[in-house]
């Protein structure tokens, strides 16, 4: 029972460690676009946008 229990355990622990590394290993990219818009804000105390609007617009020269 106690060899059933850590082989499912182990597994997990395979399992999670081989996730880990291939989302680390996994350089990043960008892709490049022609025209696009973004826009976000957030509520007052939020550490992303501070309560503020921002808008980026690629027509506007915005990078």
Not at 29 to 54: E, M, R
């Amino acid at each position: 029972m106690h060899s059933v229990k850590l082989a499912g355990r182990a597994a997990a622990v395979l399992a999670f460690a081989a996730a880990t590394v291939t989302a680390v290993a996994v350089p990043a990219s960008a892709q490049t676009v022609d025209k696009a818009t973004f826009a976000f804000s957030g509520d007052s105390g939020d550490w992303i946008s501070g309560g503020q609007s921002y808008a980026y617009d690629t027509a506007a020269n915005d990078r």
